[in-house]
């Protein structure tokens, strides 16, 4: 009998809280996977129309995924709030402002892939309320460093579905099996290599980037003789890294000048990961990211993650 979520309910101390949780993250990725495949006959590609606060343009399906999202969290019942990248405020779900969890979430990662049927993904991570249960969820709630983390993960909508998760006793992947309709335990206990791999960054900024990151690539091209892959969705670049080795960085630019990915939903969940899969999560001026202390929901910061030998030659 093949292991499914519910095996998450055995590991460790959080284990048996967080399964119902990554449960409705499970059920919202298979409803966006099914909107993701028919999205062409719905006239679901493009963009919505309006912006994220991050200034971008809002895809429909950013949207669309977002309002899924947020509908499995309310239906596990242990979700007080959720902090999404497609949303500027802190959503409280009502029914549901006693419950000890919120959940951080980029809802679909590496949007810009979708007009060209690349990979896309789902970020989330898991907090325990700081404020009374018996008190409104606040964003405050949400501004917890990585360090205090109970659970997080990625889905990956590739050529198959696989959800990515830990609850803080190492990294499972599971892979949705459409013939039972359920996620099974298809990579356990993964690992990320300490030889060979690749470096993934898009290198069309290099010019432009600060900490003087362009010589220090150039260093560890170098040193290792690394090849390049690089997809442009970070759930796909990480999870590439995670199994073959390697380092994935988006330094800080002239753009983009504290970074371009997200603290809270796209670098806390994914340096989780990759340091329960014994690799190394660095931020700059040498700061572990899950040590940053954040300050605001949607905060930027430049990121440096992968196999700690790599990430080690590359920030010198
Ligand atoms: P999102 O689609 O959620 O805004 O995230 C996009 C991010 C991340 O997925 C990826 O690593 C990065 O943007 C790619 O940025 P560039 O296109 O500038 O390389
Ligand atoms: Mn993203
Ligand atoms: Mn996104």
Same mark, same amino acid.
């Given at each position: 009998m093949p292991l499914t979520l519910n095996n998450i309910a055995k590991q460790g101390e959080h284990g048996s809280t967080m399964m119902p949780v990554i449960q409705g993250v499970g059920r919202a990725a298979?409803?966006?996977?099914?909107?993701?495949?028919?999205?062409?006959?719905? !006239?679901?590609? $493009?963009?919505?129309? &309006?912006e994220n606060v991050q200034g971008e343009q809002q895809q429909l399906l950013d949207v669309l995924s977002d309002e899924i999202f947020l509908d499995e969290m309310r239906s596990t019942g242990f979700v007080c709030a959720v902090g999404s990248e497609e949303q500027e405020e802190l959503l409280v779900i009502e029914e549901y402002s006693h419950a000890d969890y919120l959940v951080l979430v980029d809802p679909l990662d590496g949007s810009s892939n979708?007009?060209?049927? !690349?990979?896309? $993904?789902?970020?989330? &991570?898991?907090?325990?309320?700081?404020?009374a249960n018996a008190d409104r969820p606040h964003v405050s709630d949400t501004l917890q460093s990585g360090r205090e983390v109970i659970a997080a993960g990625y889905v990956l909508y590739g050529p198959s579905t696989m959800l990515v998760c830990s609850v803080g006793e190492g990294v499972d992947g599971y892979t949705f099996n459409p013939s039972t309709a359920r996620f099974e335990l298809s990579h356990g206990n993964m690992r990320i290599p300490e030889t060979g791999g690749y470096y993934s960054v898009n290198e069309s900024n290099a010019d432009q980037w600060a900490d003087n990151m362009g010589a220090k690539l150039e260093n560890l091209k170098a040193e290792t003789g690394l090849g390049m892959r690089y997809v442009g969705a970070m759930v796909a670049d990480m999870h590439r890294t995670i199994l073959k080795g390697g380092v994935f960085l988006y330094p800080a630019d002239s753009k983009n000048t504290t970074g371009k990915l997200r603290l809270l939903y796209e670098a806390i969940p994914m340096g989780f990961i990759m340091e329960q899969a014994g690799g190394k999560s660095m931020s700059?001026?040498?700061?572990?990211?899950?040590?940053?202390?954040?300050?605001?929901?949607?905060?930027?910061?430049?990121?440096?993650?992968?196999?700690?030998?790599?990430?080690?030659?590359?920030?010198?």
């Open positions: 298979i409803e966006i996977a099914a909107v993701l495949r028919g999205a062409v006959f719905r !006239g679901a590609l $493009g963009g919505a129309g &309006s979708l007009d060209v049927d !690349g990979p896309v $993904g789902t970020i989330f &991570s898991i907090v325990k309320r700081k404020t700059s001026d040498g700061v572990a990211v899950l040590d940053l202390q954040p300050e605001a929901l949607h905060q930027r910061v430049p990121v440096y993650l992968g196999s700690t030998t790599k990430v080690d030659i590359l920030l010198g």
